[in-house]
């Protein structure tokens, strides 16, 4: 499996990015996987950040963003996206896209699958 995340860039504080990430791989099936957001600021661990079921139907953020972020898929695309808004300096991170079967394995921060992150800069 295969996660090709893309979107990040320079942005300034109250401003919105969309990120996206793009799956591919024989083994990778959409309807069969949760997706999921994680980022990793300057000096910090990697936190989980947003996740969505296979279907759609259940999706879970942290707290700090919720409100701000929304996830969502296009299981057609085999692609998840992550529409942030009101973006604050706090937000500046790598965020990288993730994979699995069971959503909670997502949640916990152990998902089967990693794709590589892209930058995200918010300026104040």
């Known amino acids: 499996v295969q996660l090709q995340a893309s979107g990040g860039g320079l942005v300034q504080a109250g401003g919105s990015l969309r990120l996206s990430c793009a799956a591919s791989?024989?083994?990778?099936?959409?309807?069969?996987?949760?997706m999921g957001w994680f980022r990793q600021a300057p000096g910090k661990e990697r936190e989980f950040v947003a996740a969505i079921s296979w279907n759609g139907g259940i999706t879970q953020y942290v707290d700090s963003v919720k409100g701000r972020f929304t996830i969502s898929r296009d299981n057609a695309k085999n692609t998840v996206y992550l529409q942030m808004n009101s973006l604050k300096p706090e937000d500046t991170a790598v965020y990288y896209c993730?994979?699995?079967?069971?959503?909670?394995?997502?949640?916990?921060?152990?998902?089967?699958?990693w794709g590589q992150g892209t930058l995200v800069t918010v300026s104040s």
């Open positions: 791989g024989r083994s990778f099936s959409s309807y069969a996987s949760a």
């Open positions: 993730a994979a699995d079967p069971i959503l909670n394995r997502i949640r916990v921060g152990a998902p089967a699958h």
